[in-house]
């Protein structure tokens, strides 16, 4: 489980084929930059731009992960090597919970259609992203995505796009300040919406049945 707040920026240092369970994979060799890494065993999670990957190795200058065809087949981005990617340790119990609960299990894909200043200063920047139109259902105004790993609030919505706003803040700390019009990225909606909407269904299901009886 992870907050959506990003602890570092690193970099794919390394792509390397690899089989799981016979099918064609990935291993990556993670630059960390900044992050510590000291406290991260084997078999630690890490999000990785947004995806919850199982470190391997721990090197001198890297950290390992491996990446399976279903990942690489609802992700973007992991396959490219000195890719800069954002970084962010599983979430302790004792942590402050700064962004929103996050899985680390990408959606699906989306990609920015709009780039502008939302402030005469440009200092802040609103981004337009396409989404999936099955994804749609679970994004509200007000509420919570997680885009390329990091926690963001969703200011308007529409019929096939969202727009979030990005401040100077997330803009140094995270790669977002590398978005442009065409970029992918990797969306999780908030995992609540989903509950919840599996709630409703029963509820309805339950009901339907209790009418035949």
């Known amino acids: 489980m992870f907050t959506g707040i990003v602890q570092a920026t690193g970099e794919i240092a390394q792509v390397d084929k690899i089989r799981i369970n016979g099918q064609n994979s990935l291993c990556l060799g993670i630059f960390p930059g900044s992050l510590d890494v000291s406290d991260i065993s084997i078999g630690d999670s890490i999000a990785v731009n947004g995806v919850c990957l199982t ?18 087949s609802c992700t973007y981005g992991l396959n490219k090597i000195n890719k800069r990617v954002n970084l962010e340790k599983a979430l302790r119990l004792s942590d402050r919970l700064g962004g929103h609960l996050v899985s680390g299990h990408v959606d699906a894909v989306g990609e920015v259609t709009r780039l502008e200043a939302s402030e005469p200063n440009g200092n802040n920047y609103l981004v337009t ?16 995505i997680t885009v390329n790993g990091v926690s963001l609030t969703v200011n308007r919505i529409t019929q096939e796009e969202f727009c979030v706003n990005l401040i ?7 790669t977002l300040n590398e978005l442009k019009p065409g970029s992918q990225v990797n969306l999780e909606v908030d995992m609540l919406a989903r509950y919840i909407e599996r709630l409703s269904e029963y509820s309805r299901n339950l009901e339907n049945e209790n009418q035949y009886r």
């Open 168 to 174: 100077p803040h997330t803009l140094s700390n995270t």
């Open 55 to 72: 470190v391997t190795a721990l090197l001198e200058s890297t950290f390992t992960v491996d990446v399976s065809q279903e990942t690489l």
């Open 129 to 144: 992203i396409r989404s999936p139109k099955h994804l749609l259902r679970y994004i509200a105004c007000k509420g919570s």
